[in-house]
Structure formats: C-alpha cells, structure tokens
C-alpha cells in the first residue's frame, strides 16, 4: 500500500468502526495505521456523527427502569468512592515520598512515655473525629452519595387506546383485512398503515398463540419501491392468548406505498430475511 | 425550548425534522442549553450532578440501548457500563466539540457496539407483554436530544435512499453489514461503500453547518 492507500484505508476503518464496529485484526490495523499518520484526522468526529445519526432516530425516549436507576446509581457511589480512595492514595504516597525527600534535620528518639502521650493523644483524636464525621458529616453525606431515584411512574395508554388515536389522526391509511393464505375466505383481522407517520397497527382476530421459546411471528411490508425479495421488517411479536391481538407495527427502514403486508412464522427473535416457509396472514392492498 | 416527540417519529424522522427544523428555526434552542454543565459538575466529583445526569440522559441511554439489544437484560447491563464510562470520561468532554447528550450517545454507542460484536445479534423483538405493560414513550413526551441530532436528521434526509437505508440500519437498528447486505440483497461491499461516503456525507454537512453558524454567531 502507498501512502495514499494507507490514508483512505485509515478513514474506511475510522468510519467503519463508528458505523460497525471492527473486529480485532481491523482494531490492530487502525493501530498501526495511526500511528503512521497520527493527524490525518480526528477520530471522535466519525463517532459523534454517528452518535449523531442514532439520537436522529430516537423517536420515544423511554423512561429508564426504577431498578436499573437505582443500580446504576450505586455503582456511581462506588465508582466515586473508589475514585476518592485512588486520590487518597496517590495523596499519601505524595506525601510519604515528601517525607522521605524532606532532610532528616532533626531526628527524634522517644522514650516510652513520650510514645505513650502521642499514642493516646493521637487515639483521642481520632475518637473526636469518627464522632464529628458520624453526628454530623456522614448520615448527610451517605445521603448524599446515594440519592433515591426520583422518576414519576408513567401511564402508558394501551395499545387500543393507540390505535383509536392513530385512525383519528391519520388522513392517508391504508387499511385491509388479514386473510388466511389458505383459505381467503378467512378473515383474521386488519392491519393499518400510514405513510406519513410511518406508523402503523395490525389487529388480530383468532391469529393463534404461539409458544414465545419455540417461534415468533414477524411482519413483512411489501413495498412498490423495494425489491419483493427484501421486503421491509415490519417487527417480531408474540400472540398470548388466542382472541384479539393489537400490535404497533415497527418497519425497519421507510415504507412508502405498502402493496402488502405478510405475517410468517420464525424462530424466537425473528430473522433478516424470511424463506417463508410459514406464511400464516396476508394482507393485500387493494390498488 | 425542546423538541416534541411528534416531529421525530421514527422512521420517516428525517423528513419530519426538516420540517420542523425549519419551523422553528434550527440552532437557535435545544434543550442542551438547559442541560449542559453536568458533566463538568461530574468531573468536579459533585455527585448530586449523577441524578441530574439521570434524569437527563437515563432514558435515552437506555432507549438506544433497547434498540441496539433486543434482550432486555443485556440493554440493562449495557446501561450500567455505559453510565460508568460517562463517569469516567467526564473530563473529557468539550462543549467546542459537542453538545453533551452526543457525547454521551457516543459514549454508549461504542459500548453497545462491542456487545454487539460479542453476542449474536437477534433482530428488535418486542413482546405483545413488553408492548402493553412496560412504559414506552408516552405521546407528547419531550424528547432529548442535540443540536447536531437535529442536523444529522437533515443530512440523512439529502442521502441517497440506499445510502440512507443502510445507515439507518447499521447505526440505528444495529445491524452488521453482513446482515444488511442480506436484508437489501446487495454485496457486503456495497453495504460498505454505502456505509462510508454517507457517514462521509453526513460528517461534511455536520461541519458545514457548524462553520456556519460559528460564523454567524461571531458577525
């Protein structure tokens, strides 16, 4: 490779590590190839668009579980507290080493009661602190090291009361009714779509549950403009209970004129790219 | 002033932002005006800043970790590394550079990243029960993000579809390129290529508007 080569080498792996990642020989690479051009260019900028890119498409912030808060909020404590004792640490050698570079002007010799006397003194004060630290510092800064996690419990609307919404607000639906591929005359619900939002509902009607360890069902859009071989992900979901289902539909990439959708059967956590195999609903959009 | 959440909906949120951004006249206000300065209060040891940290970022932390880690366990255990990156980086944040919600967003893409890379990655599955009882983004809820968010939407929104789709794939939904070369049924090169001159692109447009309104700031 010539130096040119070696620069664009250096910003495709850059870039791919902010996009995918690299795995272990392309990590040893980017290595060596920083060091050989350490200022061709500032690495973090790759990762922030990046990062810049994920928080675009961060459409529901969800709140953070109070059990997970809580966690990570002890693990600050102690992250904190071991970060003190590291500074406590580094000051103590500090001083040890200053001690020790310090001329040895004077050098004492106790006796026994002079030992003593510090001894006790010193025992005194220590006393005096744990006493002061435990009065009146340390209840107030235990509570402060450990602060209780204040997020308010959120009433999330269920899934009908979404889609009740969603068709109120909607003006571009696209709405047909989930058949059975085997016998058309089977109607096992609707399935709702809007372009404009890119969102979306399926309903079930007598769809079957499934056993979530063994198999999921995953939504297939068919797009006019994608490829019927690759047609968009439409999201993996589980049926519960045999009855009326409501599911968010959740595609993957853009869909822009849906021309059908299709519910096949996978394994637990759905798959990239279905055999359809198992195709268990259509629904076809009338043109 | 902060975004609401109807001027993202996921996926068509480039398009929407645009708008939006255009409306209220983009640079102009994020809710990283508000929020800046708890990283440097973190640095500085003041730990009360930790909870401030939590009730900013905690949910979109944990809202990009879902999203990259369909098992919910592993989002968690993500979460908890990400939050002790954040702690011990906190000095390293420049507000020059970046707003600090981006700093922390790549923060825990590097991290969500490598636990991808170890596990085999399972496509999003959300569970009817996940759906119905667990707290999602209510309507309406305000969402937290950067200025240079609101940029990137507008730039991914000029890509090339091919461009846009593969990025959205990789970077968002946490896909390999292998995977996506599958999913859009191209070669595992061209996911690359595609992979590299948009997040070129993206970078480019990032910088000049950054320039920009350096510029515009300073006349």
Known sequence: MNEVEMKDRLLELLTYKAVFGLDEEERLELDSLQRTFPNLVEESKFDETAAAIALSAVSDVEEMPLALKSKV??????????????????????????????????????????????????????????????????????ASVTPTPTVTPVTEPSNAEKLQKFLASSKDLVRTAW?????????????????????????????????????????????????????????????????????PIDAKLKVKHPKMFAVTVEKPGGVVVSKREKIVALGKVQA | MLFKQSAFQHPTCWFKIVTSVKDKNLGIATNDFVAEKILERISSGEQA???????????????????????????????????????????????????????????????????????????????????????????????????????????????????????????????????????MGIPLGTVKTHARRGLMEVRNALEADSNRSGKEVSA
């Not at chain 1, 500090?94 to 106790?110: D, G």
């Not at chain 2, 707003?99 to 599955?125: C, G, H, V, Y």
């Not at chain 2, 009817?128 to 707290?135: Q, S, Y």
Request: aromatic letters at 8%; one cysteine or more; a negative charge.
């Open chain 1, 73 to 142: 909020i002890k693990d600050a404590s102690k992250f904190f507290a071991a970060e003190e004792s590291d500074e406590q640490l580094t000051f103590d050698k500090t001083s040890r080493l200053s001690q020790n570079i310090t001329p040895a002007v004077e050098k004492t010799h106790w006796s026994m009661p002079q030992w003593l006397g510090w001894a006790l003194a010193g025992a005194a004060c220590i006393a005096l602190v744990a006493n002061f630290w435990l009065t009146q510092i340390g209840p107030n800064e235990i």
């Open chain 2, 49 to 183: 800043a930790v909870n401030d940290c939590l009730d900013q970022y905690g949910g979109l932390v944990w809202s990009l970790a879902k999203r990259m880690l369909p098992d919910k366990n592993d989002a968690e255990d993500a979460v908890q590394e990400i939050f002790i990156e954040v702690w011990r980086n906190a000095n390293r944040f420049d507000e020059t550079k970046s707003s600090e919600t981006t700093f922390i967003a790549m923060i825990a893409r590097r991290r969500l990243i490598d636990r991808l890379r170890k596990t085999t990655r399972q496509p999003n599955q959300s569970s009817l029960d996940e759906m119905i009882f667990e707290p999602t983004g209510a309507d309406g809820r305000e969402v937290h993000t950067s200025i240079e968010a609101k940029r990137a939407a507008i730039a991914m929104n000029e890509l090339r579809p091919e461009q846009r789709n593969v990025l959205q794939l990789s970077i968002v939904e946490g896909y390999s390129h292998s995977e996506i070369s599958e999913v």
């Open chain 1, 179 to 247: 058949t059975d591929p085997k016998d058309e005359s089977q109607k096992l619900g609707e399935v709702v779509w809007s372009d404009e939002k890119q969102q979306g509902y399926m309903v079930f009607k007598g769809l079957p549950a499934n056993d979530a360890q063994k198999e999921a069902y995953q939504l297939w859009i068919f797009d006019e403009t994608q490829d019927e071989k690759t047609p968009v992900d439409g999201g993996v979901f589980n049926i519960r209970e045999d009855g009326e289902a409501i599911i």
